[in-house]
Nanobody, 124 residues
Framework: QVQLVESGGGSVQAGASLTLSCTAS????????MGWFRQVPGKEREFVAA????????YYADSVKARVTISRDNAKNTVHLQMNSLKPEDTAVYYC?????????????????WGQGTQVTVSS
């Protein structure tokens, strides 16, 4: 059974940094794409960043590109999302997701597995 467990969320001041982590288990993820999305109440889930598990190719949403880095630790089956210079508009629940095909997608319903989400709150 595939499980994605996020951690690292919290409440911070604007300008701070946070690193979210997603630990994956239940299968081998080589050939998968791991992604991060975020969602605020009343809005659609928004793509943030993704990485291919095998070669580490990355892709970012334009809105966060300059402030976010996604990385993976193959040995620990963990994906990280480092977020710098956080803004109040970054406040959301952040979700880790796994896509079973190696071509990065930004569309939520292309991802097969989801974590439970972790709250990030940025105050001004």
């Amino acid at each position: 059974q595939v499980q994605l467990v996020e951690s690292g969320g919290g409440s911070v001041q604007a300008g701070a940094s946070l690193t979210l982590s997603c630990t994956a288990s239940g299968r081998t993820f080589s050939g998968y794409v791991m992604g991060w999305f975020r969602q605020v109440p009343g809005k659609e889930r928004e793509f943030v960043a993704a990485i291919t598990w095998s070669v580490g190719r990355t892709y970012y949403a334009d809105s966060v590109k300059a402030r976010v880095t996604i990385s993976r630790d193959n040995a620990k089956n963990t994906v990280h999302l480092q977020m710098n210079s956080l803004k109040p508009e970054d406040t959301a629940v952040y979700y880790c997701a796994a896509q079973s095909t190696p071509v990065i997608s930004t569309i939520p319903n292309r991802f097969d597995y989801w974590g439970q989400g972790t709250q990030v709150t940025v105050s001004s």
